[in-house]
């Protein structure tokens, strides 16, 4: 593997990290809201919280603006493992027929 696909191959980690976060941190407010309407708690700043989430929530699943590793990137990357492994060609190979 080269330094170049092991670099493609950890920014995506990290990019995929990143979204994961923004996911997690979307999903406590709406828990806070989801809570406090269920116990009848008034809370003068559920409507903030709810854009808050909402935000994050639009951040997380429109990802793709600021993703830098495309999904063709990680496809060349393993084909060209593929194409380097002989194990790997032959089992290819393989599948194909079938």
Known sequence: MS???LKIFLKAKKEEFAS?????????PLCVIIVTEALAI????????AVFSS??????????????V???DL?????RQINSDSEALTLRAKLAKN
């Open 20 to 28: 994961q976060v923004l996911t997690v941190l979307s999903l406590i």
């Open 42 to 49: 008034h809370f003068e700043y559920t409507m903030l919280a």
């Open 55 to 68: 935000i994050l929530l639009v951040a997380s699943a429109g990802n793709k603006r600021w993703v830098t």
């Open 75 to 79: 496809i060349n990357l393993i084909e």
């Open 3 to 5: 330094e170049d696909d």
């Open 70 to 72: 495309t999904r063709r």
